[in-house]
């Protein structure tokens, strides 16, 4: 049976749609950037479809890095500890970041991360989101570009897994348990 189109996945947002808003705030980054050097920092494993189209759609001098951070159980996941697993390969001292996230759901993740970063003396940390889940947030943040407000629901595809699995599809879906 083919895996992109399994009768438990609801598309949400079609590969066409995805497709044009990346071009779209790759133009609203390439503005308000205008003049500057980028760097952005992927963050494994999700956002690995997102950054590497939004990064081609960016017409700026543009650096490349990733982190990935544990995802925590649910028993600490108010205490919003998070671990990192593989960090950044270099310094962030004076440079413009560019944090790329598949999705913001309790906002937990991205706190912590944008805390860190401002630690390490970023001259700017920004954050692009591909989804953004507002109903959940534990923790207030900002998202400065995001491609797509969804309801709570829990999705998978361009990045997003369900036990490692569905990071494959082309679009995102909604998840039905079977
Ligand atoms: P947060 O720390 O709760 O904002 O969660 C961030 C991480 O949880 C994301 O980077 C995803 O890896 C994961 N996550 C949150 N919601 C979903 C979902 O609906 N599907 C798949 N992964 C999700």
Known sequence: MSEFTQPNLRVL??????????????????????????LLVGVLKGAIPFTADLLRAIDLPVQLDF????????????????????????????????????????????????????RREAESVRVAALLDKPERRIKEVAVDYVGFPIPNEFVVGYGLDYAERYRNLPYVAVLNPE
């Open 13 to 38: 947002l079609s590969a066409e749609q995805i497709r044009v808003r990346i071009q779209e705030l790759g133009r609203q980054i390439t503005e308000e950037y205008a003049g500057k050097s980028l």
């Open 67 to 118: 982190i990935a951070v544990s995802s925590y159980g649910a028993s600490t996941k108010s205490s919003g500890e998070v671990r990192i697993l593989k960090d950044l390969d270099a310094s962030l001292k004076g440079l413009h970041v560019l944090v790329v996230e598949d999705i913001v759901d309790t906002g937990l993740t991205l706190t912590y991360l944008l805390d860190n970063f401002r």
